[in-house]
């Protein structure tokens, strides 16, 4: 089957969650269709408040045509995308006429694959769904996520997507209250990793390095990772700039010092994680 | 609205942000800028191993085109 097959297997499923939304851990089990509206804000709109090729992203998924959606699960305080992620009224509707376009320029433009990122794209997941059964040459699909989905909603996105690129943000769960504000961090993304590695797709967990956060997030995230997902590929950021809220968070007001990077680099080399570029 | 004003609208923006110690942090980072850094810093391993990425990946699309042709 087909990525775009198995989306189209997989939408009257996940419409169901337009009224009993059950997508994220928060489990708000709202009606969108009524105008129930979760933690997320979300309706049964999805809009893209920007798309572009990008070259920055890890080697083996650049060029990649990102699609960002507005609206997220989570509220971290050090958000780069700030009200673009946290506001779901942002940006222009995704439907099929506007991702056909959207999809065959990126392809001009050399980008190897399309890659949704929010904000959270799971929360919209019904309307990614619709538009990419209806698209009729879909490239390989790349999900950004923040892993904080059900495992309905991962199931939903197997024989879909090609790559996930999973943040894995905090080691703690009292790092993950303070600083994006969700009960049980720790368990629900690990499990869902365990998930996404059982599924045909490659998985890249990410890990944006928090000056200050090297020993309570960096070292039990690696740690983990090698010891239980040792082949993924692993990705370390050390591009972290204070946005959003982040200047009121005592040690998250200042960038990641220099050093940083390259002292998680070595950790992460000597505990053999496979650190990807 | 056109399809080329909804295609074209925020695709060739890069925000670049230079810290007080002169390091560069680039979000939406297009293959131009990418260019560019490495004129500029020419040292940098990731800016080198980007740019080698995409060469290498532009010569195997292109070959790939050309043996399509030839098919």
């Known amino acids: 089957m087909t990525s775009q097959q198995s989306a189209f297997a997989h939408l009257a499923e996940a419409r169901r969650h337009d009224t009993a939304c059950h997508l994220c851990e928060h489990r708000c089990g709202v009606n969108r269709l009524a105008g129930g509206r979760g933690p997320c804000k979300a309706g049964t709109v999805a809009r893209v408040f920007r798309h572009r090729v990008e070259c920055g992203e890890e080697l083996e998924l650049i060029p990649s045509h990102l699609f960002y959606l507005s609206g997220c699960d989570l509220r971290c305080v050090f958000c780069i995308a700030e009200l673009d992620a946290f506001d779901p009224s942002r940006g222009r509707e995704l439907a099929s006429r506007f991702f056909n376009a959207a999809v065959e320029w990126g392809k001009t433009q050399g980008a190897r694959n399309i890659q949704w990122i929010g904000g959270e794209p799971t929360i919209h997941l019904p309307r990614i769904l619709e538009v990419m059964s209806a698209c009729p040459d879909l490239p390989p699909v790349a999900w950004k996520s923040d892993f904080h989905m059900t495992p309905d909603a991962l199931r939903m996105l197997d024989g879909v997507v090609s790559t996930y690129v999973a943040d894995y943000k905090f080691g703690n769960d009292q790092c993950a209250k303070a600083l994006c504000g969700v009960e049980n961090y720790v368990g629900i993304v690990q499990r869902n990793l365990i998930a996404a590695s059982k599924q045909n797709a490659r998985l890249i967990v990410r890990h944006l390095l928090l000056p200050g956060h090297e020993t309570c997030c960096f070292e039990p995230i690696a740690r983990w990772v090698q010891e239980h997902l040792p082949q993924v590929g692993f990705s370390i950021r050390d591009g972290y700039l204070p946005h959003w809220r982040a200047n009121k968070v005592s040690g998250l007001s200042i960038p990641l010092p220099a050093y940083a990077g390259e002292a998680a680099r070595e950790l992460a080399g000597k505990i053999g994680l496979t650190v990807i570029q | ?71």
């Open chain 2, 1 to 71: 609205m056109s399809d080329d004003s909804i295609l074209q609208e925020e695709t060739n923006v890069t925000d670049l942000t230079i810290t007080v110690d002169g390091r560069v942090y680039i979000a939406g980072t297009s293959r131009p800028v990418i260019e560019l850094l490495a004129d500029l810093q020419p040292g940098n391993p990731r800016l080198a191993a980007l740019l080698n990425h995409l060469r290498r990946t532009e010569l195997d699309t292109k070959s790939q085109a050309s043996r399509n042709m030839n098919d």
